[in-house]
């Protein structure tokens, strides 16, 4: 996911499928007889998830908000206030862990937001973040890499 040849968009995009599969992880659990494992799942999903969203927040959007000069009507901007909507659904979520249906339903609908949103940064953000930034994504990732695994 991190390896340290990897371009900015491979960088993130393999952010976004690490949160594919551990949102993959859930809906297995929640399929499986009981169900007893998702609220750990659920956990492991959004601590990725929480994670990733700041990374962006805190180390990629202001740098490409810096070097390209778009701020308040920029993509970053639209970028920011989807996240608010995840973080909203996943608050959602961690309320209704012990009901496993309402948990999923939520989580259906988090996962549409999340791919519409992972389709705009990666098809267009990414890219136009790779160029704005290719003299500084060594120092980027630098920091990226104090978020741990
Ligand atoms: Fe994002
Ligand atoms: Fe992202």
Redesign the pocket.
Known sequence: MSESDSSLKEY?TG??RRCDELWAEIEAGAESEGGQDVATRFERFAAALGR??RM?EEVLFPAFEEATGMHDAGPTFV?RSEHEQMRGLLEQMRDAASEVDELVDLGDTLLMLIQQ??LK?ENMLYPMAEQALAAKWADIREKLARYGE
Do not use: D, K
Request: proline share 0%; glycine share 0%.
């Open positions: 993130f952010e976004h990733h969203l962006e970028m949103h992972n940064e």
